[in-house]
């Protein structure tokens, strides 16, 4: 039997992560946050390459290749913000690639094409001189003016074609660093960069950037119209942000009670951005495929995560097919790194993705049980269940009576959307349920919406446009005879960042939901991440249980194991 081709991705960006292919699939991949338990940690892997390596049961001498990112940096093989795991070593080779070209085959690599345009846009990619140091024969692609330019300039967005092999660059546009200067509207990233617009809008809002996301979950308590001027502008083809619109913004949130005082105002602002970044979107993608004529399109890149934008670029059909990339921020690198390593460096063919994205280890039964048996704590019941129609059964009626339930199954999702290996669920139509979970389980704002999870066969008969949503990242519009029975899962104005669930790599959340459609007549569970505010998504079985003694959870389940407080 041959010897297996192990490749490892890893990303040494924030939200850094490593992942494992074995003959072009993935087997493991994890993020680093979740194991550090620092949000959007980042910098030195070891720890992230160490859960790999430790879940597949090998060692570095069994990996065929590295293929390593980092924005602003190509780290050494010894150090990089601390010692890495290949010090001392000089195997396995180790390649270096630029930012967007990782979000490009992260994408490619996840998606089911086997050709296709690839769209990049985010806060700020690889600098010119770093990208034309690691890719010098793609130097023919960039705009004179660029290599011209004496500032730094860095990558903003980036256009690809993909052959079914291969990664070529079609289109790279370039921009300075915005300065940095004590100014509260002062973008952290590049000049010109859609991805730094929304996260400067988002500090301006709430006075932090500890989640830029949750700007989109506040514009919908906002008014169009209050704002009547543009924050972009394209020029030749290229994406521009004007500094005009920062003159009609002079009030910056100090903090969560000024804001909740000052509701009103900025959630037109966020309105107003969310719209501005929208329009942004759907021209920057419109202007490369109306030039690059293409059937199927990949979109990766942090701005692709905004569900609003994406469910408008699905819309307008520019293209016949997309895939919106569920890692499509800087957690995706080491995906796009280990994909880059099989299709292009060793040029083996691609493999077909099953769909899957939960690249997590699997806890043992055993594993559980110790962590149990060291906690004393007498506030719940343990029951074990060796029937899986048994388990779904009293799982569904619990939820059907109101019940908060902590889902922690099989290996853990990768990127930011709970799927149904770590989330907390509960019933989408119970009064007061929504306000609950957001205030004694998650502790965050009262505003943030929850996803209906629904199974994929019913999403047309709850959902307008029946979008197929199985990563949590298009947003639809709840039908109006479902409003009441999905009110703790359909936003102000009435969307739904909807998941649906198939059989095919989530069977049992999928089965989980089918005994509570059984049981209720719904065929719809509210799912959000199995975390509190400011912590990143459980990992462990240890972790579950912290969580479970900390909130207001009703019920815990591990596998077969359910605790349920008294």
Not at 307 to 320: P, R, S, T, W, Y
Not at 382 to 394: A, D, G, H, T, V
Not at 446 to 474: C, H, Q, W
Request: aromatic share 10%; glycine share 8%; net charge negative.
């Amino acid at each position: 039997m041959a010897k297996p081709i192990y490749i490892l991705g890893t990303g040494l960006s924030h939200n850094g992560s490593a992942v494992l292919l074995k003959d072009g699939r993935i087997c493991v991949g994890i993020e680093k946050e979740r194991l550090s338990r620092k949000k959007h940690d980042g910098g030195n892997d070891t720890l992230a390459i160490q859960y790999c390596l430790a879940a597949e049961g090998i060692g570095i001498e069994d990996l065929a290749l590295v293929v390593q990112c980092a924005n602003f940096d190509i780290p050494g093989r010894e150090r990089f913000e601390g010692k890495r795991v290949f010090a001392d070593t000089t195997t396995p080779k180790m390649v270096t690639i630029s930012h967007h070209l990782a979000h490009a085959y992260s994408a490619v690599g996840t998606s089911p094409f086997t050709e296709c345009a690839v769209m990049v846009i985010d806060g700020c990619g690889s600098p010119l001189d770093q990208f034309l140091a690691l890719h010098p024969q793609e130097k023919e692609i960039v705009a004179k003016s660029f290599l011209e330019e004496t500032e730094m300039l860095c990558e903003k967005d980036s256009f690809y074609y993909f052959d079914g092999q291969k990664v070529t660059p079609l289109v790279k546009d370039f921009s300075k660093m915005a300065p940095h200067d004590a100014n509260s509207l002062s973008l952290p990233t590049t000049q010109h960069s859609i991805g730094g617009f929304y996260a400067t809008i988002s500090k301006y809002v709430f006075g932090d950037m500890d989640d830029v996301g949750k700007l989109m979950g506040l514009a919908p308590f906002g008014t169009t119209g209050i704002y009547d001027f543009e924050a972009f502008e394209f020029q030749s083809g290229r994406l521009y942000l004007s500094e005009s619109w920062k003159e009609n913004f002079t009030d910056p949130s100090t903090g969560y009670d000024y804001f909740k005082e000052h509701f009103e105002y900025y959630a037109n602002i966020a309105k107003w951005a969310q719209e501005q970044v929208e329009k942004a979107v759907l021209q920057c993608i419109t202007n490369r495929i109306e030039e690059f004529p293409s059937a199927n399109l990949c979109y990766t890149g942090g701005v692709a995560l905004n569900a609003v934008a994406n469910a408008k670029l699905q819309d307008i059909k520019i293209v016949e097919n997309t895939y919106f990339e569920p890692a499509a921020s800087d957690n995706g690198l080491a995906l796009g790194c280990a994909f880059y390593g099989w299709l292009d460096y060793l040029n083996k063919p691609k493999v077909e993705h099953s769909g899957n994205t939960c690249f997590g280890k699997q806890y043992s039964i055993q594993e559980i049980e110790d962590v149990l048996k060291e906690d004393e704590s007498s506030i719940y019941t343990k029951i074990k269940f060796e029937n899986e129609e048994e388990l779904l059964r009293y799982c569904t009626e619990k939820l059907n009576q109101g019940k908060t339930l902590a889902w922690f199954q099989s290996g853990s999702e990768f990127g930011p959307r709970a799927l149904g290996r770590r989330s907390i669920l509960a019933h989408p139509g119970i009064d007061n349920l929504k306000d609950h979970i957001n205030r004694n389980i998650k502790f965050r704002e009262d505003f943030r919406p929850f996803a209906p999870a629904v199974l994929k066969e019913k999403v047309s008969e709850y959902f307008e446009n029946g979008r197929v949503s199985p990563y949590m990242i298009l947003v639809d519009k709840t039908r109006p005879e479902y409003l009441e029975q999905l009110k703790n899962v359909t936003h102000k104005d009435g969307s739904a960042r909807v998941q649906t669930v198939d059989e095919n790599w989530n069977g049992l959340f999928y089965r989980l939901i089918k005994a509570f459609y059984e049981v209720s007549g719904i065929a719809v569970l509210l799912n959000t991440s199995l975390n509190r505010r400011g912590m990143p998504m459980v990992e462990t079985p240890r972790e579950a249980l912290q969580l479970f003694h900390e909130t207001a959870l009703d019920v815990l389940v591990m596998e077969n194991i359910v605790l349920e407080k008294k």
